[in-house]
């Protein structure tokens, strides 16, 4: 009902913020708070290697008082992070995050990274596809289709 995740990213656009493993948890939060964003996507070789979010500010510097100019990304992000394909339903997509409790799914095709999407992303698309279902069905209803 609510197409593929390739759908939602033609529309918000592909752009991923990344980071290398080497740079520091404070250049990491700098990053973020420019860009506006709650997670990078953590790269090495072209390739991504874990995933950093607010969260793990939270948990893993904040809570274990760990120096953030002191601490590397590589030490403190989650590896081997679940990804999606732009194949995928968003439906699909929407479960994935619900049942493994987290907000952000990079996007891969053919080996490559091409998108991340967040759970924003997936409630404001499944919003705005609801508004036109309503619409449509009333129009049905009321015969001005
Ligand atoms: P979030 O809710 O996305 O801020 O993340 C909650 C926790 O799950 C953090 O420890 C993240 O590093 C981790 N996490 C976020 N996204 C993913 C993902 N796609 N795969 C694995 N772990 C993730």
Do not use: C
Not at 50 to 66: A, L, N, P, Q, W
Request: aromatic content about 4%; proline content about 3%; cysteine-free.
């Amino acid at each position: 009902m609510y197409g593929h995740v390739a759908d939602l990213l033609a529309d918000k656009g592909r752009q991923v913020y990344t980071a290398r493993k080497s740079v520091t948890v404070h250049e990491a939060v700098r990053e973020m708070n420019r860009k506006r964003v709650g997670a990078l996507v953590v790269i090495d070789d072209h390739r991504p290697v874990g995933i950093f979010t607010e969260r793990d500010v939270m948990r893993r510097i904040v809570d274990e008082d760990r120096d953030p100019a002191l601490t590397l990304i590589v030490e403190v992000m989650t590896p081997d992070p679940v990804t999606a394909t732009s194949s995928m339903s968003v439906e699909d997509a929407m479960a994935l995050m619900t049942a493994r409790r987290f907000r952000h799914l990079p996007v891969m095709e053919e080996g490559a990274l091409i998108g991340i999407v967040s759970i924003g992303d997936l409630m404001r698309w499944v919003t705005l596809h609801q508004a036109e279902h309503i619409d449509r069905m009333a129009e049905y209803i009321t015969g001005r289709a």
